[in-house]
Nanobody, 120 residues
């Protein structure tokens, strides 16, 4: 009932930048929070960044001061600006959102993921 479509991943050299986008669509009444997690091969999925509808943010320790999350509530879209990328940032990045549908059911959805590779 809720679809999340990510874009913006790719290959970048160390020290470079990428901007990820994630648009939510469906029978969405409201979105409480949107965010990004990532999963590298052989590792557990970890929080990258999260933002609430009111604009409160929190970040994983490894990306603080390098990544910035923002959102456009009118477009149900979240962005992740990634600067100063390092090889250890290489992972599949997953968008997620939770909120309420017009049917008053709560939802929690994940995107399919977008690959980010940092390599020279």
């Amino acid at each position: 009932q809720v679809q999340l479509v990510e874009s913006g991943g790719g290959l970048v050299q160390p020290g470079g930048s990428l901007r990820l986008s994630c648009a939510a669509s469906g029978s969405i009444f409201s979105i409480n929070a949107m965010g990004w997690h990532r999963q590298a091969p052989g590792k557990e999925r970890e929080l990258v960044a999260r933002i609430t509808s009111g604009g409160s943010t929190n970040y994983g320790d490894s990306v603080k001061d390098r990544f910035t999350i923002s959102r456009d509530n009118a477009k149900n879209t979240v962005y992740l600006q990634m600067n100063g990328l390092k090889p250890e940032d290489t992972a599949v990045y997953y968008c997620n959102a939770r909120g309420r549908l017009y049917s008053f059911e709560d939802f929690a959805s994940w995107g399919q993921g977008t690959q980010v590779t940092v390599s020279s």
